[in-house]
């Protein structure tokens, strides 16, 4: 088990772009977040999925940000229409019940 | 969103003495739970301390819960230059979002050697 893995690591995209990241939890947890992290901040909520089901939204999370968990496995976060204020950490963690386990993040930047 | 406070925002201390760092919450809680996040790594769990509990010690982290005050601290002892980071109180709450799980601000500790 080689633990939470995210896809890519670096994003440039222009504004306006779509962008999807990957998240692969660690095998057999059931709980999957995204969070959204900004220089000297901690992680900010945007989501949780218990398997398949997505529990929660925050309302940091516009209609242009969409989250996906097909068959409780590997998950997708897409932001459409990228605008400059999207540029940050993003990081997705696994937990098969109270702690979660992080993956490295994905970083987008868009200019 | 965001649920916890750390307290302070940034402590700067010597290798070998004690670090200590607060959080404060706002809704009743399940369990909270202490991070820790170096420069350019990922968040690593260090404790959880249930909300029927007060008390609790793992090595050199030593971390309190007042649930009546809706606060919690994190005791490093005998610092090391290795512990510099910031350090991240997280709450999993009760009720409609239970096991949604909301971090604060964090707190940057730097140990100097």
């Known amino acids: 088990d080689t633990g939470v893995s995210q896809d890519p690591r670096h994003k440039i995209t222009k504004r306006g772009q779509n962008v999807t990241f990957r998240c692969d939890p660690i095998?057999?947890?059931?709980?999957l977040y995204w969070y959204r992290q900004t220089l000297g901040q901690g992680p900010e909520f945007l989501t949780y999925?218990?398997?398949?089901?997505?529990?929660?939204k925050s309302r940091l999370l516009s209609d242009r940000f969409s989250a996906e968990r097909p068959k409780g496995s590997f998950s997708t976060l897409e932001i459409q229409r990228t605008e400059q204020g999207d540029s940050a950490m993003y990081l997705c963690?696994?937990?098969?019940?109270?702690?979660?386990?992080f993956g490295q993040g994905t970083r987008l930047t868009v200019v | 969103s965001q649920q916890g406070e750390e307290d302070p925002q940034a402590l700067s201390i010597q290798e070998g003495e004690n670090a200590t760092m607060n959080c404060s919450y706002k809704?009743?809680?399940?369990?909270l739970q202490w991070y820790r996040q170096n420069s350019g790594r990922g968040l690593v769990h260090l404790i959880l301390?249930?909300?029927?509990?007060r008390e609790k010690h793992s090595g050199r982290l030593r971390v309190t819960l007042d649930t009546s005050k809706k606060s919690s601290s994190l005791l490093i002892t005998a610092s090391r230059a290795a512990d510099t980071a910031s350090y991240f109180c997280?709450?999993?709450?009760?009720?409609?979002?239970?096991?949604?799980?909301?971090f604060g601000k964090g707190t940057k500790l730097s140990v100097k050697p």
């Open positions: 809704t009743s809680i399940n369990n």
């Open positions: 301390i249930r909300s029927n509990e």
């Open positions: 999925f218990q398997n398949e089901a997505q529990l929660e």
């Open positions: 997280a709450t999993m709450n009760y009720g409609g979002s239970q096991g949604n799980l909301i």
């Open positions: 963690a696994s937990s098969p019940g109270l702690v979660a386990f």
């Open positions: 095998s057999e947890h059931n709980r």
